[in-house]
């Protein structure tokens, strides 16, 4: 068992992003906004999540090879790897700019995915599928917003009373939300809770709150909301600038990503008011757990290289869980049958620490090494399913 929870790190990461970025063959997208396409390039060398040793004088940094209970990023072998991975990618970028000097690139992910977003014309994407050291080339596309459950409905309830009652659920945990950002004003995110009980800092933690783009009010981290970043570059190259309203910050202006925010780890006892008429109480799922938000979905949706980059940043600063509430796009590796599909996918990084002092999110899960989809009347389907290209080993 123990060996088992080593392996659910990866697995985990890895199923996100493949449900992510396999899709039927498919070609490139049409150019955006700027005239250029968005693919993301995986290298064939392997993440640092992933990274079994083999590259003379860097150690393995896999923690079923160390034996580690989770990776750290901040680690000597980890920081060397790293460095290993970003000459390589550095030398592939600057072949692609030779061969497409209008190329650019738009994130990078040395810690989950092991590879790079850029902007490109479209006839080029053959040749960069060519280059050694590619291992596949996968398209840019736009994945949509969907929502969550509520506590009675899984039986959340049932759980806390087990834990020893609500105002324990999911104490010292850090959920990662992977949305369309936060507000942080919302009562959901107080600290202390509305009960006065006020928050600790969490023993390990390497994220923050980034300063706004766009001169608006910035976030402010506490003990509760520990981190808030924006990543939201594929999208502007795609749809163009961000339209009047929209914040150019971790700041929510859809309301999506503070509504799963708070419906997985919000407080316990917010009083919820309409029209200045109180309707109840509301609490998160794990309402004692620390959150930090990780902007990726402007108004039209969710660019995958941009998402990819949001769980890359997430993993690095430590989050324990992902909550990742966002529906696919038309080319997906589960095929989700139902009128209006909802994927709700809790990712735990450090498995010991969900189960059982976090509530189960969705309706089932199965094991602790799974990625658990909740949705009415769900059935999955898998698919063959390939990038553009694949290189095999």
Not at 199 to 227: E, V
Not at 333 to 353: D, H, N, V, Y
Request: aromatic fraction near 6%; charge should be positive; glycine fraction near 10%.
């Amino acid at each position: 068992m123990k060996k088992e929870k080593m392996y659910v790190f990866q697995l985990c990461v890895f199923f996100l992003i493949l449900g992510l970025l396999i899709g039927r063959p498919v070609m490139a997208a049409d150019p955006g906004k700027d005239g250029l396409v968005g693919v993301i390039v995986k290298l064939e060398d392997a993440p640092l999540a992933a990274y079994n040793g083999g590259v003379e004088g860097l150690a393995a940094t896999n923690t079923a090879v160390t034996g580690e209970k989770r990776l750290n990023v901040r680690s000597e072998r980890s920081r060397l790897y790293v460095e290993h991975l970003a000459r390589k990618m550095q030398a592939m970028e600057k072949s692609i700019q030779a061969m497409a000097p209008q190329a650019r690139v738009t994130h990078r992910y040395p810690v989950v995915f092991g590879g790079f977003a850029l902007r490109v014309p479209q006839e080029k994407i053959g040749e960069i599928e060519n280059l050694p050291g590619v291992k596949a080339v996968y398209p840019d596309r736009m994945a949509k917003l969907d929502t969550s459950t509520s506590p009675r409905l899984i039986k959340a309830d049932k759980m806390w009373k087990a834990l020893g009652g609500q105002g324990n659920g999911g104490e010292g945990i850090i959920v990662g939300i992977v949305d369309t950002g936060i507000w942080p004003e919302h009562p959901s995110f107080s600290d202390p809770d509305p009960a006065g009980k006020a928050y600790a800092a969490p023993s390990s933690w390497g994220g923050s709150c980034q300063a706004p783009n766009d001169g608006s009010a910035p976030i402010i981290c506490t003990n509760k909301l520990i981190g808030a970043k924006v990543f939201l570059v594929s999208y502007k190259a795609e749809e163009g600038p961000l339209p009047a309203g929209e914040f150019d910050s971790p700041r929510d202006s859809d309301g999506h990503g503070t509504h799963v925010a708070s419906t997985a780890a919000g407080n316990a006892s917010v009083v919820a008011e309409i029209m200045g008429n109180v309707i109840g109480a509301l609490s998160g799922i794990a309402p004692r757990a620390h959150v930090a938000a990780y902007k990726a979905c402007g108004p039209e949706g969710c660019y995958y290289a941009d998402l990819v980059a949001a769980i890359n940043a997430a993993v690095a600063d430590g989050v324990d869980v992902i909550n990742f509430s966002i529906g696919p796009a038309v080319h997906t590796l589960l095929t989700l049958t139902q009128t209006r599909p909802m994927w709700l996918f809790l990712m735990p990084i450090r498995p010991e620490s969900l189960l059982p002092r976090l509530p189960a999110t969705v309706a089932q899960i199965r094991t602790q090494s799974t990625i658990s989809v909740a949705g009415p009347q769900l059935s999955r389907q898998a698919q063959t399913t390939e990038p553009l290209r694949t290189r095999s080993s």
